[in-house]
């Protein structure tokens, strides 16, 4: 379930700085008791925390063959322990990530557009923040993050999609009101369509517009094995951590079937599972999974996603064709 740590993908908006370990601070500013600084030897000293942990970016989808998605197990100490050490002031609502990665934007605003240099930044509620998953990591599978992992130190928020993973992490910034960054308020959301007709100008439409932040539940077949003279369907889900009630499987226009969850997934790993195909004929087959949590969500069709505009959050159900020889 763990992957090595050179096939982990990677991606970001901006460059990949590179950032001298020795002379890393990480700030903690604004609405905190008192504005601090940690070298990486100080969170180093702390006592260390570790957690399995999958994650994927919101753009992962069909079209990207799933790609986007990692799970390994990461090091590092719990966000609120070191927002504890500043201490947070009493109007303190929203804490607010930057990276040192910078890069030009376009800002629009009414018939204006600005050309910025601006940082990555990302935001989280207080409450969210001071939960006992959020962690400040600074090693992968054991070793140092490499650069393009966000070395030397990133956010990891178990169970959110990987855009609120903030690497390079350089600053900690409290306040009282929401942060419209680009990657918080506006390049990172969903619009969907909810009653009505779904017609852009409908009138009876109501447009849901909301932020990227929890995993949508999703599953996903990775292969098929032969074994023998049956065949093995390999696949992973991916959620918020909720619990999983079930992953199913469909062979054509067959029943769906059980699935086996691997009894070692965690509560923020990938979930591993798999089903034995007896007697497959040879041929074309479409073969497809979904997953069902303890809440009774399951995992939508593309058929069900289609009043949603954007391609983020794109959790559908995954149909491949396999060729059995
Ligand atoms: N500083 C910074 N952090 C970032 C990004 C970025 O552009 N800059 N991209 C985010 C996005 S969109 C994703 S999907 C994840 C990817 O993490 P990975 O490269 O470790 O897989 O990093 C997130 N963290
Ligand atoms: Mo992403």
Known sequence: MIVPKDKFFVTQHYNQPEIDP?????????????????????????????MIVGFECSGNRPASFQGLSSCGRFTGVPLREVLNQAGVGPKARE????????????????????KLNQQFGRSLTLENAIKPEPMIVYALNGDPLTVPQGAPVRLLMPGYYGVCNVKWLSEIHLQEDRYL?????????????VGGTGE???LNTQWIE?????IHLKSSISRVRKIGDSHRILGFALNDGTPIRSVE???DDGPWQKATLDPANTKYSWKLFSYTWEGASPGEHTIVSRVTDEEGNVQPTAED?????????????????????
């Open 22 to 50: 020795n002379t890393y601070r990480l700030k903690l500013t604004g609405m905190v008791t008192k504005p601090f600084e940690l070298s990486l030897a100080d969170l180093r000293k702390m006592r260390p925390t570790e």
């Open 210 to 214: 909301t932020e990227i932040t929890r």
């Open 95 to 114: 804490v607010v990530f930057f990276g040192t990665d910078r890069g030009e934007q376009e800002v629009v605003f009414r018939q204006q557009t600005f």
């Open 181 to 193: 960054g680009n990657f918080q308020g506006r390049w990172y959301r969903s619009v969907v369509g």
């Open 305 to 325: 996603l289609k009043r949603k505009k954007t391609f983020l959050e794109d959790n559908s159900q995954f149909p491949r064709k396999v060729m059995i020889a």
């Open 249 to 251: 499987v469909k062979i």
């Open 200 to 202: 852009d100008l409908d």
